[in-house]
């Protein structure tokens, strides 16, 4: 290969990543702002989330053009076809995180709406757990450590139980709801945001282990539950 394909071969693997990392950035920081919205009943800072998910869309497309490019023009193996294929997976699950985290902002400018609602501080430890997931998703791609991808699988448990937990309590407080049914289920609805990044911080966990080691280990977990009442024969 001549050496000009070999050096636009590595700018178009180092713009994927680049490109990969700020998508990131910005999801982070999306649903750090979109909770801080909430939490603080701020809904300029809700605005501000929902207009900057257009640039993470605009990345998410980036992604996969550059990653189509890289695929067809150059033709990678082995590791770099998987660092491909995991980059433009990972970019689909970050445009989702991104996405709930427009959802929570939207359902926390409509609460803001309404009477002060400090009750929105319950759902602070389900979303310190969600953000933690993300972040350690992240690390787990940046430093090519794939032990922490798998290990996410464990921790997006415990965020399931606390979610359940919450959910319960949510679910009671609207049954009570004194003509607050709106704000309750806004709330309910939040949680089941923040539940569903941890699921796709896991997915982002799994791109990195089959990046890394070429191994697949999506639905793993599933078949390792024995059911209680399997399917006859």
Do not use: C
């Not at 636009?8 to 920081?29: F, G, K, P, S, V």
């Not at 427009?102 to 319950?122: D, F, H, L, T, Y």
């Amino acid at each position: 290969m001549p050496q000009h394909i070999f050096r636009d071969y590595d700018n178009a693997i180092r713009h994927l990543q680049e490109d990969l990392l700020t998508m990131a950035a910005l999801t982070r920081q999306n649903l750090e702002q979109a909770m801080q919205a909430l939490l603080r009943n701020d809904t300029d800072l809700a605005h501000t989330v929902i207009a900057a998910d257009s640039d993470v869309d605009e990345l998410e497309r980036t992604v996969d053009q550059l990653g189509m490019e890289i695929l067809v023009r150059f033709h990678p193996v082995a590791t770099d076809l998987r660092l491909v294929i995991a980059s433009m997976k990972i970019s689909t699950n970050l445009e989702r995180i991104s996405d709930h985290a427009v959802g929570i902002a939207k359902r926390a400018r409509k609460i803001s709406k309404g009477q002060p609602m400090q009750e929105v501080q319950w759902l602070e430890p389900l979303y310190t757990q969600a953000y933690a997931l993300l972040r350690d998703a992240m690390d787990s791609y940046t430093n090519h450590d794939p032990a922490l991808g798998e290990s996410l699988h464990a921790k997006d448990k415990d965020l399931d139980r606390l979610h359940k937990q919450l959910s319960r309590t949510l679910s009671s407080q609207l049954e009570i709801a004194n003509g607050r049914s709106e704000a309750w289920l806004h709330l309910i609805f939040i949680a089941r945001s923040l539940e569903r990044i941890g699921d796709l911080s896991v997915n982002i966990g799994e791109e990195t282990v089959f990046l890394e080691s070429a191994k697949d280990i999506r639905h793993e977990q599933r078949k390792q539950v024995p059911e209680s009442n399997p399917p006859p024969p």
